[in-house]
């Protein structure tokens, strides 16, 4: 099994968005792929989207679509044995008010993830995105992961090492 | 359609009747055993699969979910088992490319059977007999075909509404169905990568171009002449880029 990767990294300063971060003081929300800057015409959404969203309005989390309705996506379709997951849009406020919706968030997706796999010989590997918005900095800090499901539940620890920074 | 009524039964029944037949297929699970036979077995195994699906409906109909759920996991077992047949009689007609195609069948029934139903592991049996085969008979591929594409829309399998608005999660099994997102839009085929992981092992590489002619990648014999390759390229291939496979999950 492979190791997971964890990346963090400052994204450039057009990156922070007021609106989007003021919608996540509570709930996460589901971005685009190129989602900075983007406009909902052009949004294309990994094809996993639509059942993440549904998966997590199903155990209660909040959450939504940054961009577009669940009826009306593109969606951009791989054929390789990864699981690549909308954006998780993070606010610093939402993260620290409500620590258990990230934590909670991560939990499904592992579970789901390892569901799909079950009865395969290899295991997917997961590609996770979480863009984590600070209000106080104006900056926004990508943490890009890599790696099996079991591996996402340390996500959160690197999400606190974020906002001890904020 | 006249709609036939069939004999009640309990699930445990159904149970003990898929264990008879799979107990007697497991004999013949071998290149050396007589083809008339694993044909004769395909025929019973279907006909005990058609069986259980009625029952499933009639499950699903009465509303009872994990009834229909533990019925879709033996129809999945079935299956694989139907196709582990029809992978050794085509091998026995040379026609490896379709053995491989019922290789991969066969090993994705099993996959949905262990979601329809936590079972006590008595598929990993098949699946490592599958295994077996796979190393033996078949040359390995390193590389497969993955393509990318942008679509939109689609329906569910489960509730056949606009896979937007229904709240089936896919790869999950409900009511004694696989929920998949069918008949989408494909807006563009965005690229294709050769990748050592991909989504569906059917996306194989099935032609190579050797000193004039096309082999086929699984014999390595000649299949046709070509002749050299134009100016400024070393060789041809051909595949399989995207399968929509035509699996009985529903």
């Not at chain 2, 399998?157 to 069918?182: D, M, N, P």
């Amino acid at each position: 099994m492979e190791s997971p990767q964890i990346e963090v990294t400052e994204l450039p300063d057009d990156a922070f968005n007021a609106g989007l971060d003021q919608r996540s003081t509570d709930r996460l929300l589901l971005l685009p792929e190129s989602w900075i800057n983007a406009v909902e015409a052009d949004a294309v959404y990994p094809s996993t989207t639509q059942s993440t969203l549904k998966l997590l309005q199903a155990a209660k989390i909040p959450a939504e679509l940054a961009l577009g309705t669940q009826q009306n996506l593109t969606l951009r379709e791989n054929r390789s044995f990864e699981w690549v997951a909308p954006v998780l849009f993070v606010s610093q406020i939402l993260f620290t008010q409500n620590p258990d919706v990230i934590a909670l968030t991560l939990d499904q997706i592992g579970n789901y993830v390892s569901e799909l796999g079950r009865g395969h010989k290899t295991v997917p590997t997961v590609k996770l995105k979480i863009a984590y918005s600070s209000s106080k900095k104006k900056k926004v800090r990508e943490i890009k992961y890599t790696g099996p499901a079991a591996g996402l539940k340390d996500l959160p620890k690197t999400l606190a090492e974020l906002a001890k920074d904020d | 359609m006249t709609e036939v009524l069939l004999p009640p039964i309990t699930v445990p029944e159904l149970g003990d009747e898929y264990n008879q037949a799979v107990a007697e297929s497991q004999d013949y699970l071998s290149l050396a055993r007589s083809s008339r036979v694993q044909k004769q077995l395909v025929k019973k195994l279907t006909t005990l699969k058609d069986r259980i699906k009625g029952y499933k409906i009639g499950a699903i109909r009465s509303n009872m979910e994990r009834e229909a759920n533990m019925l879709f996991h033996l129809q999945c077992a079935l299956n694989a088992y139907i196709c582990f047949l029809k992978l050794l009689l085509a091998v026995k007609t040379s026609d490896y490319h379709k053995a491989w195609v019922l290789l991969i069948d066969a090993q994705e029934y099993i996959s949905v059977a262990h979601r329809a139903h936590h079972s006590a592991g008595h598929l990993d049996g098949l699946s490592d007999h599958l295994d077996k085969v796979e190393q033996v008979i078949f040359p390995y591929f390193n590389l497969y075909n993955s393509m990318g594409s942008v679509i939109r829309g689609g329906v569910c399998t489960v509730c056949s509404q606009a896979f937007g608005s229904c709240e089936h999660i896919e790869g999950r099994v409900y009511w004694g169905k696989l929920c998949l997102r069918v008949h989408y839009e494909v807006v563009k085929l965005d690229h294709s990568a050769f990748v050592k992981v991909p989504q569906d092992r059917r996306c194989i590489i099935t032609e190579v171009y050797d000193d004039g002619w096309m082999l086929d990648n699984f014999t390595r014999d000649r299949k046709k002449k070509v002749g050299p390759p134009g100016e400024g390229y070393i060789g041809q291939m051909g595949g399989v880029m995207f399968h929509f496979p035509l699996l009985d999950v529903t």
